[in-house]
C-alpha cells in the first residue's frame, strides 16, 4: 500500500483550479481558432474574435478567463493500493478555498438552496470518487459556471423514442437554451444508466478532449450528426447567429434497464475550464 499525505491532494487541487480558471485547453482554444476561419456572420467571427483575445490575456495575465469561476466539480480516480492519512474531502475543499482565495476568484456556491447564504470561501465542492487499480491518484477538476447548468437537464425518454427522440431532445434543448450557456458551447451527454447516472455521464463526457473519437461507431455517429445539427440552428457565438453554436458533441454510456432510456445533457459553455493531475 502506499500512504498519501493529503497535503499532495490539497496543493494539486488549488493549482488546479487557479490554472483552471485562468488557462483555456489547446484543445478548446484551437476550436475556438479554427472557428474563426469558419465562421459565416461576420458578428459571430467578431465574438469568436474577442473570446479569443480574453482567453489570451486571461493566460498571459493569470486573471480568470470568466467572472464565473463557478462550482468546483472534482474527479478523483483512486488507485486500490492508495491509503490516506486523513479525509480526502475535507484536503480537497481545503484546496477549493485556498484558490479562490489566492486567486481572487468569485466565491458563488451558497451554503443551503433556498436561505442563499454565501459560504464565502466557494465550498463544498462536488466530488465524485471512482475506484481504479494502482498506486496513483488522477484528479481532475472543472470550476462549472452556472449558465450553462442552469439549462441542463435529464430526461428519462423510452426505448420507443430511439435515436430520434435523442436527437429530438439534445437540439430542442440547445435551441430553447440560445445564448444562456454563453456558445459556442460543448455538449455533454450522458446515455444510459438510470437517473443519477446519466447525469455524471455527461458531466465526464464534458472531460474528454475536444479531438477525441467515441470508440463505439453508433455513438461515434451520432455524436457527429448531432454536432452538425446543432451547427444548423443558427444561435451562432453568444446567440448573435452564426454556424458555430457548439464546438463538440461528446456521449458517454452505460448500460440500462430494458424499460429506460435515460438522457443527460450537460451544456457546457465556451470557457470549458477543466484540468487533471495525477499524483
Ligand atoms: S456560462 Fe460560462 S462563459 Fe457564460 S457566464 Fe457562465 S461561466 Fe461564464
Request: proline share 3%; aromatic share 8%; glycine share 8%.
Given at each position: 500500500m502506499r500512504e498519501l499525505n493529503l497535503k499532495l491532494v490539497t496543493d494539486t487541487v488549488r493549482d488546479l483550479l487557479l490554472e483552471g480558471n485562468c488557462d483555456l485547453g489547446a484543445d478548446v482554444f484551437q476550436k475556438i481558432n479554427n472557428a474563426i476561419q469558419t465562421e459565416e456572420n461576420p458578428l459571430g467571427v467578431s465574438v469568436l474574435k474577442q473570446i479569443?483575445?480574453?482567453?489570451?490575456?486571461?493566460?498571459?495575465?493569470?486573471?480568470?478567463?470568466?467572472?464565473?469561476?463557478?462550482?468546483?466539480?472534482?474527479?478523483?480516480?483512486?488507485?486500490?493500493?492508495?491509503?490516506?492519512?486523513?479525509?480526502?474531502?475535507?484536503?480537497?475543499?481545503?484546496?477549493?478555498?485556498?484558490?479562490?482565495?489566492?486567486?481572487?476568484?468569485?466565491?458563488?456556491?451558497?451554503?443551503?438552496?433556498?436561505k442563499r447564504v454565501n459560504t464565502n470561501d466557494n465550498t463544498p465542492a462536488i466530488i465524485h470518487v471512482k475506484s481504479v487499480p494502482g498506486d496513483k491518484v488522477k484528479l481532475t477538476v472543472a470550476p462549472k459556471g452556472g449558465g450553462a447548468e442552469n439549462v441542463s437537464l435529464v430526461k428519462m425518454l423510452i426505448p420507443a423514442d430511439g435515436r430520434a427522440g435523442i436527437k429530438k431532445l439534445v437540439l430542442d434543448t440547445v435551441l430553447e437554451a440560445g445564448g444562456k450557456p454563453c456558445p459556442p458551447i460543448v455538449v455533454g451527454i450522458g446515455l444510459g444508466g438510470n437517473l443519477e447516472k446519466s447525469a455524471l455521464l455527461a458531466k465526464e463526457a464534458l472531460m474528454r478532449d475536444l479531438n477525441d473519437e467515441a470508440e463505439d461507431e453508433t455513438i461515434r455517429e451520432l455524436e457527429n450528426e448531432l454536432l452538425h445539427d446543432i451547427n444548423q440552428l443558427g444561435i451562432g457565438p453568444m446567440g448573435f447567429g452564426g454556424r458555430t453554436t457548439a464546438l463538440a458533441v461528446k456521449i458517454n454510456w452505460f448500460p440500462t434497464h430494458i424499460a429506460s432510456l435515460p438522457v443527460a445533457i450537460n451544456l457546457q459553455c465556451h470557457a470549458a475550464r477543466h484540468k487533471s493531475r495525477t499524483i
Open positions: 479569443k483575445e480574453n482567453d489570451q490575456i486571461a493566460k498571459r495575465d493569470r486573471v480568470p478567463m470568466c467572472q464565473d469561476t463557478g462550482m468546483a466539480v472534482v474527479f478523483v480516480e483512486l488507485g486500490s493500493q492508495v491509503v490516506f492519512d486523513g479525509l480526502l474531502e475535507n484536503a480537497i475543499n481545503l484546496g477549493v478555498k485556498q484558490a479562490y482565495a489566492e486567486g481572487y476568484f468569485r466565491k458563488s456556491v451558497v451554503r443551503h438552496p433556498l
